[in-house]
């Protein structure tokens, strides 16, 4: 396990590969060509380091016409991503932008303040156990804002922590965490910033933080 450990952790970290996983920690697919470029590198260089992800199980990539799509291959990675972000500085001092920090999306939930804010809120309402299990109120109160909860798909873990490299607390990933991501951008609540992961917390998306109880401070 600790040669593969190894192995994992030299192909994030050479410089172009973790500026390329970074990229796609929006969960949208890129073509090489927009990887390479937001990598900083040459077509060449650039398909060299998705072999390595590849090959390291880090990215999947699919086919459509003549182009080939790349994503990370799983949230587990995305985690794994969040976490070496806050193991990035031994003292924390916040440098993130401010649309990033606010809320941004991590893989496939909400991260940043919104997203730390979501996790507290769920939890401090007694929504949500520490165990990460729900409530009868809790399945009440998210019914109440359109939230299905018993039809979440059950092949993987209903909610968990994902640690928040911004704002280094914890986030709320896991089927929960996706759903309430989705059902923000469905009913407009929240607004996708094109070609970054940052989200806008709309007019409505406040009025749906007023419902939760959720303060209206970032940063």
């Known amino acids: 396990m600790d040669v593969a450990a190894a192995r994992i952790a030299r192909a994030i970290g050479e410089p172009a590969r973790t500026a390329m996983l970074y990229a796609l920690m929006d969960r949208r697919a890129r073509t090489a060509t927009e990887l390479a470029a937001l990598a900083g590198v040459g077509a060449a260089t650039a398909s060299a380091h998705l072999k390595r992800l590849l090959e ?30 806050v193991l990035a500085g031994s003292e924390f001092t916040p440098s993130t932008p401010d649309t990033l920090r606010q809320a941004r999306s991590c893989y496939d939930h909400i991260a940043g303040w919104l997203g730390v804010a979501l996790h507290d809120g769920l939890m401090a309402r007694r929504w949500l156990t520490p165990a990460y299990t729900l409530t009868n109120a809790g399945r009440r109160g998210l019914a109440a804002q359109g939230l299905d909860v018993g039809a979440l798909p059950t092949r993987r873990r209903f909610a968990f922590a ?22 923000a951008l469905a009913k407009r609540w929240l607004r996708r910033d094109a070609g970054t992961r940052s989200l806008e917390i709309t007019a409505a998306g406040y009025g749906w933080l007023d419902r939760l109880g959720i303060a209206r401070v970032s940063g």
């Open 56 to 85: 390291m199980g880090l990215v999947k990539v699919a086919a459509s016409g003549r182009h080939r799509y790349y994503q990370l291959a799983s949230a587990e990675v995305a985690r794994t991503l969040e976490a070496l972000g």
């Open 162 to 183: 994902c640690l928040d490299w911004s704002e280094r607390r914890s986030h709320l990933a896991g089927a929960l965490g996706a759903a309430l991501l989705d059902q």
